[in-house]
């Protein structure tokens, strides 16, 4: 990893300026970050939170009993960049059809050194470059000795960045491999990774069970109401699951012979569908911080299953969104509010 991600986020904001710039997804959607920074930024919140100078406190969540909707809220402080911030998460519609639904997520930014605002910004674009990052990076430090094969699961927003994120981590990947329902998102992943990688073609799949069998990692990123379902049973010797979204079935967590998480935390908040019938969790066997740091060991033997759960980590999304920021504000992009006026 570089110096050049914190380096350049840390720039001081104007003295005084009290203002808050508000930062929507046009805004941001012109900006240019390729997979390497998004890969260093996120890599470093990780080793500075392994390190104990970030804070990433246990989500908040509320839900209705009917679960038509959820919500989150992550507080968190960046110690690269001397950064507090606020994320917000709100899905409405869980129980209709993926157009129906309405999801909105912020991310509010405050600079530690000076006291004030950065900005407050649509957190879509960075939370759907930051998961498939962190997914990258799990595999990176989960995957096999050797890995040749990957299957994602789901065409959605965190499907559709998946292996061009794995292919950034472990180049030797040969056959890509796509479990999917909707034409459209198909076509999508197909784009995205082309886009990228114009050499390289993903075989979509329709036997789920033979292309688990064959695959040493499986990236798992669709949504609630997926038909799809690894069993554990499925999986070769050696082969690391990642769990985003769904399309894992709960023995792929309770067979593993290690269990690495974001956070384990985190996991007992989000992950309660992967209990058992008596409603527990298995323990974490490591966290990704730790792991990427050098304390803890992401696998053990090349035949270990590897369960990884990736439910993010709010102060990885803290040091891209104010990486998004920066640039951002560098271009003079966004609105000015003076809302404590």
């Known amino acids: 990893m570089t110096d050049r991600t914190v380096a350049d986020d840390t720039r001081s904001i104007p003295a005084g300026d009290r203002t808050l710039t508000l930062l929507s997804a ?14 260093d ?21 509320v839900k209705p009993a009917d679960g038509h909707s959820v919500a989150y809220a992550m507080l968190g ?54 998961t498939p990052a962190v997914s990258a990076l799990l595999a990176r430090e989960c995957a096999p000795p050797g890995a040749r094969s990957a299957l994602v699961i789901g065409t959605g927003t965190q499907g559709r960045l998946a292996l061009p994120f794995l292919l950034t981590t472990l180049p030797g990947l040969e056959r890509l491999m796509l479990s999917g329902t909707h034409p459209e998102g198909i076509a999508a992943v197909r784009d995205g990774l082309r886009g990228h990688f114009p050499d390289r073609d993903v075989e ?38 990642v769990l985003v979204g769904h399309g894992l079935a709960p023995s792929t967590l309770h067979r593993a012979d290690r269990v ?38 992401g696998r053990g033997t090349a035949g270990e299953r590897v369960f990884a759960y990736n439910s993010g980590l709010v102060v990885t999304d803290i040091a891209l969104g104010h990486r998004f920021a920066r640039l951002a504000l560098d271009q003079g992009r966004g609105t000015r509010v003076a809302l404590w006026a």
């Open 26 to 39: 046009g805004d941001l959607a012109g900006l240019r970050i390729d997979f390497a920074d998004v890969l």
């Open 41 to 61: 930024t996120v890599e470093d919140a990780c080793r500075t939170l392994a390190a104990g100078r970030s804070d990433n406190p246990r989500k908040l969540t």
């Open 77 to 130: 402080r960046d110690g690269s960049r001397d950064v507090v911030a606020v994320k917000t998460s709100y899905k409405h519609g869980l129980d209709r059809g993926r157009d129906e639904q309405h999801y909105y997520t912020t991310l509010t930014l405050y600079d530690d050194t000076t006291g004030l605002p950065v900005a407050m910004l649509d957190c879509g674009r960075v939370g759907a470059l930051r």
């Open 204 to 241: 979509t799949v329709t036997d789920l069970r033979a292309a688990a069998g064959d695959a040493d990692v499986l990236v798992a990123t669709a949504g609630g109401h997926t038909p799809a379902a690894v069993e554990a049973g499925w999986l070769k010797p050696g082969a690391l699951s």
């Open 260 to 297: 690495v998480a974001t956070s384990e935390a985190q996991m007992r908040v989000t992950g309660t569908d992967m209990a058992d019938a008596a409603g527990r969790l298995p323990a974490v066997d490591a966290e990704l911080p730790a792991v990427i740091a050098g304390t803890a060991t």
